[in-house]
């Protein structure tokens, strides 16, 4: 709502020009911006005591929500609602080349081979083995950081001035095994240690 009120005041004004000022207008207007919020919603707002957020969709003006600092939901809506929007915009994007700068993927494998000149650890080299677990069980599980970290530009920069030769995690690799290779193992210590217990108490608050 509230860009149709400022494009029509913009529009407003020169509604007399000639053809060229105006189409000059509606380029700026259409400018591509490099996030799903920026390009497709209005309104947007922190609620619930800084801990969600709210927008409208232009195009269909429903409500999307989400957590701070999660902004999935911004593009789960129009993929999914308007996926003609959505690829059209992709596509805007990856004309402009700014689609390299945006994928964060893209970044690191641009990155590794520049920086580490060739050389990184391999999967199981001691040294990567421990900062990865220290990673994992310090940051991600102690410290309570989401798994995104490991995806974070700024974090990909600082493990590159801890050890120039380090492998960055994906967060995949980080959800789907090392952390379920984590809880098994400490699922199966639980167990080999209560099957080892003669007695249990047990209290239940109920
Ligand atoms: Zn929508």
């Known amino acids: 709502m509230s860009s149709d009120a400022t494009e029509s005041s913009l529009q407003s004004p020169v509604v007399e ?27 947007i707002k922190i609620t619930d005591q800084q801990k969600s957020w709210e927008a409208t969709c232009q195009i269909c003006k429903s409500k999307v929500r989400g957590t701070v600092g999660v902004t999935s939901n911004y593009n789960r809506h129009i993929k999914d609602c308007h996926p003609n929007y959505y690829e059209s915009w992709q596509e805007q994007l990856q004309a402009i080349g700014l689609r390299n700068q945006k994928k964060i993927t893209e970044t690191m494998d641009v990155r590794k081979p520049k920086s580490s000149s060739g050389s990184i650890y391999s999967a199981t080299h001691p040294r990567q083995v421990e900062l990865q677990k220290s990673i994992v069980e ?55 240690f209560c099957s080892k217990a003669t007695f249990i108490s047990m209290t239940l608050d109920l």
Not at 25 to 43: L, M, N, W
Request: neutral net charge; aromatic residues 8%.
């Open 138 to 192: 310090d940051l991600i599980i102690e410290l309570g950081l989401p798994l995104s970290l490991v995806e974070r530009e700024g974090f990909n920069n600082f493990m590159l001035h801890v050890d120039s030769k380090f492998s960055t995690i994906s967060r995949r690799t980080l959800s789907r095994s090392i952390l379920p290779n984590l809880y098994t193992k400490m699922l199966d210590g639980l167990k080999r």
């Open 17 to 43: 020009c000639d053809t060229a000022s105006s189409s000059d207008e509606s380029s700026v207007t259409k400018s591509v911006e490099k996030t799903a919020r920026d390009q497709f919603y209005t309104g």
